[in-house]
């Protein structure tokens, strides 16, 4: 009904709005410039109207109406999306691997490496990779028990097995220095060791950067519940997030995924952070410090590794603190890449301690950043200026 009643009277104003005011002789030039300004201009205005007045009638909050626009507004766009997809197997056939028993953590990083390393390489030949690991414990007849392990795990996944130099071959891959021109990958095969060491939270971390900016990240969690709400469920999900296209959850085990978006926030006294679970990674007495500033009461959620993102993404804590403990230690890419997109596409706002943008284009590591602050952008301003206060003490 809504479309008949919208539709026909709009589009026939439109085209006639086209026909009167594009006076091209050209009648190709014409046509053309008709067609991009219906794509480009009317195509996406009309679809924002359209569905915002449909969820209106059928009286849903602002936040489902938001959710249904950014879910077509993927649907519809195309954008990286064989990356996307090859993105998600990778990082999903590298969590599979490591569920299904007890793996030393060296054994679940190298192999983590070669499994998603592997995928990029087949479907992507040409695109470089910064990742974390190399393999030089696994060289030479000192490396050969650990690499034979490695090599073991890897077959278990991969469609045609590999054999010894493959292996080592997919894991150097990772080698890239980075920098701030053309496509490159960056991989954190099993990020928060500790986490994963003690049987709760780790990730893999998988993102697309283009000329410095990232574009797609996607990051596995295999021991985060689907549902915050239910901490004896079922667990692992899936993070994806492509620049301006959303950010989106899935379980390990479905194919659907649903948007997920930062909690509304109004001021920090009402929110909850988290943060590293190791003192050594943020300073947790600067933390301390920083909400009494702010007024929080709630305690922190200590969790290991990027499902801190993924965390506040999809609204279960406001705010995620990562604050320097040793002067000069310089942050990883592949710590911060996905998850950092994965928060601004969820609607968070992402800087370092003084404000600044993550740069992601100045090699391996985020040189010119200091720490992270993650929060809603409601009340960023305000924990940014009690970050300020407690670290200049
Ligand atoms: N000194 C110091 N300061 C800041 N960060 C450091 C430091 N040392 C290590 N690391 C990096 O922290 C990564 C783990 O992230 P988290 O601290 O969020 O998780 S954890 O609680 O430590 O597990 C961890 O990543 P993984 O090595 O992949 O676990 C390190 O890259
Ligand atoms: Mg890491």
């Known amino acids: 009904m809504p479309t008949f009643v919208s539709k026909g009277p709009m589009i026939t104003t439109w085209y006639r709005f086209l026909e009167r005011f594009i006076k091209i002789k050209n009648k190709n030039v014409a046509l053309l410039s008709k067609v991009t300004l219906d794509q480009t201009l009317f195509a996406p205005s009309f679809i924002a109207i359209f569905f915002t007045a449909q969820g209106m009638m059928e009286r849903k909050s602002r936040n489902q109406i938001l959710e249904q626009l950014e879910s077509v507004a993927y649907t519809l766009s195309s954008a990286y999306a064989t990356e996307r997809a090859v993105a998600i197997n990778a990082v999903l056939k590298a969590c599979m691997q ?29 695109d470089p990779i910064v990742g ?9 007849e000192s490396g050969k028990p650990l690499r034979l392990r490695v090599l073991e795990l890897t077959n278990t996944v991969l469609d045609s097995p590999i054999d010894e130099e493959e292996l080592l071959q997919a894991i150097d891959r990772g080698s890239y220095g980075g920098g701030s021109k053309g496509r490159m990958w960056t991989l954190d095969p099993i990020d928060g060791t500790k986490g994963f060491l003690r049987g709760e939270q780790y990730a893999i971390c998988l993102a697309l950067i283009i000329d410095g900016i990232v574009q797609l990240g996607v990051v596995g969690c295999p021991n985060l519940p689907v549902d915050h709400e239910q901490p004896d469920g079922e667990k692992g999900c899936l993070f994806i997030a492509v620049k301006n296209q959303g950010a989106f959850q899935r379980s390990l085990s479905s194919t659907d995924e649903k948007p997920v978006r930062f909690a509304d926030v109004s001021s920090p006294e009402s929110a909850s952070f988290c943060e590293s679970t190791e ?6 007495d600067n933390a301390t410090k920083i909400a009494a500033l702010l007024g929080i009461t709630k305690p922190p959620v200590r969790m290991d590794s990027q499902c801190k993102y993924c965390s506040v993404s999809r609204g279960d804590a406001n705010i995620y603190l990562r604050l320097p403990v040793q002067e000069g230690y310089e942050e990883k890419i592949w710590d911060h890449a996905s998850g950092s997109l994965l928060v601004e596409e969820a609607g968070g706002k992402v800087s370092d301690l003084y404000g600044k943008a993550l740069d992601f284009s100045l090699g391996r590591t985020l040189k010119s950043n200091v720490g992270v602050i993650v929060a809603h952008p409601n009340i960023h301003a305000k924990v940014l200026e009690a970050v300020q206060t407690v670290c200049n003490e």
């Open 279 to 284: 003192a050594a990674h943020s300073n947790h």
């Open 132 to 140: 974390e690991e190399d393999s030089g414990d696994l060289r030479g």
């Open 98 to 126: 490591l569920i299904p028993c007890k793996i030393p953590s060296l054994v679940a990083d190298f192999s983590a490496q070669a499994v998603v390393n592997l995928i990029l390489h087949k479907n992507f030949p040409d």
